[in-house]
């Protein structure tokens, strides 16, 4: 089955800065690749994804690439404000299955 | 949100009780899951229906047992939980596709979450 591994556990940013959370897949059957933020008490909510006929994406400040090559792919955050500090997981959705990586615990300082 | 929604909220049982867990979505997908969040571990994958018929039991222990009677309601049933089954339940849908010899699934919406508590 698919195995998704994601780093690092834990990211601290200074307000403005940018952050980046990436994960790796084992499977190269898997062609949807979602993120999710899941803030404390509440449940995880897309907030983007991209599927494997696409490099890139983008909406706003949040953008997610991907290397089918290497299998990985990775989210980055510009201009980090305090109301993006959340629990960020990846997913890779392989047979129509969907397997979360651990989780990314962020904190934006203000 | 109300897309997809679970009851009871929080549920405090002893190892002894027999209790169930609903989900119910309101957006015509045909795809539901179960899983169970517990403390600083991933999302793990407890069951999977697809049009209605499971298609995935990730090695759960039978204590947990589903139901899904339809595409729009999935079903946990608890009975002589531990208390390490403590922890959030979360049931997610989303719409699966199938053709060409592919298949792949849309996004997944996830529901509130039930807090459980095994005393």
């Known amino acids: 089955g698919e195995n998704v591994e994601q780093h690092p556990s834990t990211l601290s940013v200074q307000e403005g800065d940018s952050a980046v959370i990436k994960c790796t897949y084992s499977?190269?059957?898997?062609?949807?690749f979602p993120w999710y933020k899941q803030e404390l008490g509440k449940r995880p909510q897309l907030i983007i994804d991209i599927r494997s006929n696409v490099g890139e994406k983008k909406d706003q400040r949040i953008a997610v690439t991907l290397n089918k090559t290497a299998k990985h792919f990775s989210l980055h955050i510009t201009e980090t404000q305090p109301e993006d500090s959340a629990v960020y997981f990846c997913a890779a959705s392989s047979r129509n299955q969907f397997y979360f990586g651990t989780g990314t615990s962020l904190t934006v300082i203000p | 949100e109300t897309g997809v929604t679970q009851t009871p909220r929080h549920l405090v049982m002893g190892m002894t009780n027999k209790k169930s867990l609903k989900c119910e979505q309101h957006?015509?997908?045909?795809?539901m899951y179960w899983y169970k969040q517990s403390a600083k571990k991933p999302l793990e994958l407890m069951f999977v229906y697809n049009f209605k018929e499971q298609t995935e039991n990730n090695s759960v222990p039978s204590r947990f047992s589903p139901e899904c009677p339809n595409s729009s309601h999935l079903f946990l049933h608890l009975h002589t939980l531990q208390p390490e089954d403590s922890a959030l339940y979360l049931c997610a849908s989303s719409q699966d596709f199938v053709g060409g010899g592919a298949s792949f699934s849309d996004t997944q919406y996830f529901g509130p979450g039930t807090r459980l508590t095994v005393l």
């Open positions: 957006l015509g997908h045909n795809a």
């Open positions: 499977d190269s059957a898997s062609n949807y």
